[in-house]
């Protein structure tokens, strides 16, 4: 916000929209001040995009619930556009929400197959990308994936790929886990 200098580090516009963001996401006083006022420094696209981050990235239950309703019924309109709605996507986890989170990996779980049937790939792969749980580095969310996987089998090749993709890389951070825990 420019009230503290320090020498050599210079303060650019996405540094002050990844302040502004992890404000709201960690549910920290005046996030929504500091919001505005980024808002108001940037009314480009980058800053729109990051108001719609930040809309879907408040701690609240009620706010979680309505951005899930809206990527799962509305699709890729669900924020006017594809873009926009990629970058509410991204506002949608937080590691420090988890708890909050929960009720949401079940319904992810059990919404790719037709996300992946009744959408172009663009929006499912967002869908995919932005809204898989991977902050859960449990066998639970591994099994879920590979219980998708067997569902479907090689009816829907993009989401077989992207889940075996996404398990790979979790079963090494649970591996990691693991071995750090030892």
Known sequence: DGQDNIAGLEIDQDMRWDLALRHVGYGLDGAQDRLQVEHERDPSDRG??????????????????????????????????????????????????RDLLEPYVEPYFNELERIFQEHDNEFARSFFGGLYPGYRAIDDTLERGESVIRKIGDSLPVLTRSLREANDELSRAIACRKFAAS
């Open 48 to 97: 729109e995009r990051a108001m719609r981050r930040a809309e879907v990235s408040v701690p609240d239950a009620a706010v979680k619930a309505a951005a899930w309703k809206r990527f799962a019924e509305d699709g890729q309109n669900a924020y006017g556009s594809l873009h926009m709605t990629g970058a509410a996507m991204s506002g949608f986890h937080w590691w420090v929400q």
